[in-house]
């Protein structure tokens, strides 16, 4: 199993699930009343046909999440980005200790989101929203206790690109951007790439963040 990464996925269950369909616009609409309870607006734009918007499907591994979050919380230590080391490690249990301590500051909307579950929204907000017991108590549908920020999530990706080698271009009105060739070469990177998690991860997101952004439409994980 891994993590399942959708943009705009109400397009796709119009097409063929009915029933996901109508469970996920109840879902997008508890979405948006709670977070209308914490004094901030979004509502998942209405459907259109064709999609006005960019839509996303895309998934990993969760291993791929956990090392994309290490080279951000060795980013935010300065400390240099160095391979992954093996699982049955000492050096692995003491990498996933600074994730923790740095996710412990409550300012990533990376480190901080659920694995497997949750939402990004298009909106910005300083630090990830941490929902009360009593508000999760209250939610006719699973929210997921911690909700994320896509535009800053774009933000932390951004920070990491020159980490992983990644180039990107800035454009006025666009952001910061990857050309064809930097999207073509981040596509083939070879399985045994030392960086190969963390590159696929990085991407998806970030083509993840970009179409949520400019299109309106929250990210689900699953």
């Known amino acids: 199993m891994g993590l399942e990464i959708s943009v705009g996925m109400l397009y796709a269950m119009a ?10 616009e109840a879902q997008f609409a508890e979405l948006s009343r709670v977070l209308g309870e914490q004094g901030i607006s979004w509502q998942e734009p209405e459907r259109t046909d064709p999609p006005s918007t960019d839509v996303y499907y895309g998934g990993f591994p969760y291993s791929y999440l956990t090392a994309l979050r290490r080279v ?13 080391p093996p699982r049955d490690s000492a050096d692995y249990e003491r990498e996933l200790g600074k994730i923790d301590d740095e996710a412990s500051m409550l300012v990533s909307h990376l480190l901080c989101h659920a694995d497997d579950s949750g939402y990004y929204v298009p909106v910005k907000m300083t630090d990830p929203l941490f929902l009360s017991a009593a508000t999760l108590a209250t939610a006719r549908a699973d929210v ?38 930097e999207t073509a070469r981040l596509a083939a990177t070879a399985p045994d790439d030392p960086y190969a998690a963390e590159k696929t991860a990085w991407h998806q997101l970030y083509l993840a963040c970009r179409a949520g952004v400019f299109g309106g439409h929250a990210i689900v994980f699953s």
């Not at 097409?15 to 996920?24: A, I, M, Q, T, V």
């Not at 774009?154 to 060739?181: C, D």
């Open 144 to 181: 997921g206790t911690v909700i994320g920020s896509s535009m800053c999530l774009l933000v932390e990706l951004v920070f990491m690109a020159p980490l992983l080698g990644v180039t990107l271009e800035e454009k006025q009105g666009q952001g910061f951007v990857l050309s064809a060739e």
């Open 15 to 24: 097409r063929n699930d009915e029933h996901g369909l109508r469970r996920h």
């Open 72 to 84: 951000l919380a060795l980013g935010y230590r300065r400390e240099p980005v160095t391979p992954m």
